[in-house]
Nanobody
Framework: QVQLVESGGGLVQAGGSLRLSCAAS????????MGWFRQAPGKEREFVAA???????IYADSVKGRFTISRDNAKNTVYLQMNSLKAEDTAVYYC????????????????????????????WGQGTQVTVSS
């Protein structure tokens, strides 16, 4: 089992940038898909971005062109570069480990995203707060 710890959140003005990091401890996440999710006050958790072991990516429409997810498997670390931040990006951001290639839950993961994508991820981190002022 892998443990995940997010960092890099903070307060930034609209139009600014932040880079979030997700460090894994314990068992390495190997070929797991990795994802970022966020939850704003009073709102449901929503998908942000996901990346496969080899670097295939998918993004929510709301962040396409602004956010970039990446991973360094040797360092057991996943990143989320956030540019052109908007007030609506304010939320707690969570990192999570997802399914492995060949598993049922991997099917269609990078062709959607599927509505149940959040249910396909496990080993959630504690979250890091991102606040964007306007």
């Amino acid at each position: 089992q892998v443990q995940l710890v997010e960092s890099g959140g903070g307060l930034v003005q609209a139009g600014g940038s932040l880079r979030l990091s997700c460090a894994a401890s314990g068992r390495t996440f190997s070929n797991n898909a990795m994802g970022w999710f966020r939850q704003a006050p009073g709102k449901e958790r929503e998908f942000v971005a996901a990346i496969s072991w080899l670097g295939r990516t998918i993004y929510a429409d709301s962040v396409k062109g602004r956010f970039t997810i990446s991973r360094d498997n040797a360092k057991n670390t996943v990143y989320l570069q956030m540019n052109s931040l908007k007030a609506e990006d304010t939320a707690v951001y969570y990192c999570a480990a997802g399914p492995t290639p060949g598993s049922y839950n991997y099917t269609g993961l990078f062709s959607g995203p599927p509505p149940d994508i959040g249910d396909r991820f496990r080993s959630w981190g504690q979250g890091t707060q991102v606040t964007v002022s306007s």
